[in-house]
T-cell receptor
C-alpha cells in the first residue's frame, strides 16, 4: 500500500516549456487535489476532482490544467511554464472530502 | 478574506515547555471539518486530527490536545512537554460541505523546540 505517490520528485524547466506532474493513489479515494506551497503562503488549492472524469478549479488555477481519466490518477499540466510557477506541488486524496492524505511533493524550478 | 488564520508565524520554546498553536476559522456553513497537519523539516504533510462541526469535545492524544470552540471559531492545538521532534510547521485547515469539501489552509506556524 503506497498511499499517494508523485512523479517526478524534482524538475527544472525553462520558461515556456511544458510538463505534466503525475499523482497516483491506491486507496480507492474518490477525491483528489493539487496544491502548491510557497513560503509564507501555506497550501493553495490549484484544481481538484471529486470523481473520475470530473475536475474543478480551486483558488489558483491559472496556468494549470488537470485531467482525471482514471480514478487512481490525477495529472497536473503546465502548458507554458513561468518563473512564478516555481513552487512545491503536493497532491492529496481523500474519501468523500474527509481527511486528506498527501503525497511527498514535487519541487519545480522554472528558470 | 482568509478563511483560516494562524496568527503565529513562528514560535520557539525550550524543550519540555507546553505550547499552544492558535487557529481561527471563518465559515457560514453549518457542516464543516477542521484539521491539523504537521510538516516536519523533511517536507511531507502528516495528518494529525479531524473534527467535525457537530462535535465540540476536546480531544487528547498523548502529548497532543485540541480545543475546539465554535463560539470563538477557534481550533487550538496544544503540545504538552514539547520535544525536539515536535519542531515542524503546523497547518490548520477547514473543509466546508457547502463548497464541495474544498480545503482551505492557514499559512502555518513554524515551531522550533530548543533542546
Amino acid at each position: 500500500n503506497a498511499g499517494v505517490t508523485q512523479t517526478p520528485k524534482f524538475r527544472v524547466l525553462k520558461t515556456g516549456q511544458s510538463m505534466t506532474l503525475l499523482c497516483a493513489q491506491d486507496m480507492n479515494h474518490e477525491y483528489m487535489y493539487w496544491y502548491r506551497q510557497d513560503p509564507g503562503m501555506g497550501l493553495r488549492l490549484i484544481h481538484y476532482s471529486v470523481g473520475e472524469g470530473t475536475t474543478a478549479k480551486g483558488e489558483v488555477p491559472d496556468g494549470y490544467n488537470v485531467s482525471r481519466l482514471k480514478k487512481q490518477n490525477f495529472l497536473l499540466g503546465l502548458e507554458s511554464a513561468a518563473p512564478s510557477q516555481t513552487s512545491v506541488y503536493f497532491c492529496a486524496s481523500s474519501y468523500r472530502g474527509l481527511s486528506q492524505y498527501f503525497g511527498p511533493g514535487t519541487r519545480l524550478l522554472v528558470l | 478574506a482568509q478563511k483560516v488564520t494562524q496568527a503565529q508565524t513562528e514560535i520557539s520554546v525550550v524543550e519540555k515547555e507546553d505550547v499552544t498553536l492558535d487557529c481561527v476559522y471563518e465559515t457560514r456553513d453549518t457542516t464543516y471539518y477542521l484539521f491539523w497537519y504537521k510538516q516536519p523539516p523533511s517536507g511531507e504533510l502528516v495528518f494529525l486530527i479531524r473534527r467535525n462541526s457537530f462535535d465540540e469535545q476536546n480531544e487528547i492524544s498523548g502529548r497532543y490536545s485540541w480545543n475546539f470552540q465554535k463560539s470563538t471559531s477557534s481550533f487550538n492545538f496544544t503540545i504538552t512537554a514539547s520535544q525536539v521532534v515536535d519542531s515542524a510547521v503546523y497547518f490548520c485547515a477547514l473543509s466546508e460541505k457547502g463548497t464541495g469539501n474544498q480545503f482551505y489552509f492557514g499559512t502555518g506556524t513554524s515551531l522550533t523546540v530548543i533542546p
